[in-house]
């Protein structure tokens, strides 16, 4: 007996539907950041999204060499500094419109970025790796602090000082503008801080796995561990003027209110979340893991 049959026709209409989409579901979104009005999402494969609220009508953007990013930052001049994984720092002087690529000549990890108060370059890494430009990116200073860890984050409080810490609960600052740091006892455990945030150099957080939020009033020379109602790895802050939020994983959101952590009423998604902005008093915009971007009523 003879069989035959026949192949049914390929339908890529979802596919194409998909592809018509501002926000996909494939995307993986890394970090946020706001320049006068307009809010920047950036993440793999050279994504970046930009909107305005209130309608948050997002425009998408690949850059054309895909660049896999992980951080994103406003300068105080509103100029915006983009950290991809492929040792580059994208930079947009018109709210995300266009970039320009800086090549950061280390062979250390960069995972973090922040802009100084004067407009300075800063990004972080491996082997206490801190790279800084003062020419917009044309040149660039390597600094090593000579201990085996990863630097994941930098925070300034004015002109000259700041503070930096990382794996292995490594904490620094320094008091003349980052030309030179001294290294402080650690955070307790070799706590490694996934995300931290400074509300001046005595006041600060610092969050990692299993949920846990530990807080100093004293500069880092002692932590207190907070009371969280999540064991999701927590990933990074963000605070305005009044209000601080923490954002983690399985769709984790939290706000910190009188010295507790309360879990706000986010859409449950079972995905990373790693940045938010409060884009108006009502709302909190939220973005992560496979295409996750949504607000949050506060």
Known sequence: ????????????????????????????LQALAKSKDVIIVVGSDG???????????????????KPNFVAVETCPDDSLIA??????????????????SSDIPTSESLISVTCGPDNSYWAT?????????????????????????????????????????????????????????????????????????????????????????????????TWQKQATPTESPIYNFYANETRLFAFGDHGTVLEKQDDKWHKLDA?????YLRAGKQIDEKRLLVSGGWGALFTVDI
């Open 267 to 271: 859409p449950k998604v079972p995905v």
């Open 47 to 65: 994504l970046v999204l930009t909107g305005s609220a209130p309608e948050l009508n997002w425009q998408r953007q690949e850059l054309e060499s």
């Open 125 to 221: 890494g491996s082997f206490t790796t801190l790279m800084s430009s003062h020419d917009k990116g044309a040149n660039w200073t390597e600094l090593s602090l000579n201990e085996d860890a990863t630097i994941s984050s930098i925070q300034f409080f004015d002109q000259d000082n700041a503070v930096a810490v990382g794996e292995f609960g490594f904490m620094a600052r320094t008091e003349d503008g980052g030309q030179n740091w001294a290294i402080q006892e650690p955070i307790p455990n070799e706590f490694f801080p996934l995300g931290s945030h400074f509300s001046n150099a005595s006041i600060g957080w610092v969050a990692g796995l299993g949920g846990t939020i530990l807080s100093t009033t004293d500069g880092g020379l």
């Open 83 to 100: 950290l991809s994984m492929e040792h580059q720092l994208w930079i947009s002087d018109d709210q995300g419109a266009s970039w320009r």
């Open 1 to 28: 007996m003879l069989l035959t049959g026949c192949e049914a026709p390929l339908n890529l209409e979802g596919i194409e539907q998909e592809k018509s989409k501002s926000v996909r579901r494939t995307d993986q």
